[in-house]
């Protein structure tokens, strides 16, 4: 199946502005410490997305 990639962004862009898509972040973890997010989310206590920040 053959996804437009541009008009499928567009419509998730669009979703987000109008508030109809709503992003929830859980937990931002470095990637220092990516075996403690991996802890969290094996443990069940999740409830939105975790987050691993990548900085140079």
């Known amino acids: 199946m053959f996804v437009d990639k541009r008009a499928a962004l567009r419509f998730i862009s669009a ?4 508030g109809e898509l709503r992003v929830v972040i859980d937990r931002t973890y470095p990637l ?12 069940g206590h999740k409830r ?8 140079s």
Not at 15 to 18: C, P, T
Not at 49 to 55: F, G, M, R, W
């Open 48 to 55: 939105g997305n975790v987050v691993i920040a990548v900085t």
């Open 15 to 18: 979703l987000l502005e109008s």
């Open 32 to 43: 220092s410490d990516i075996a403690a997010a991996h802890r969290y989310i094996d443990a």
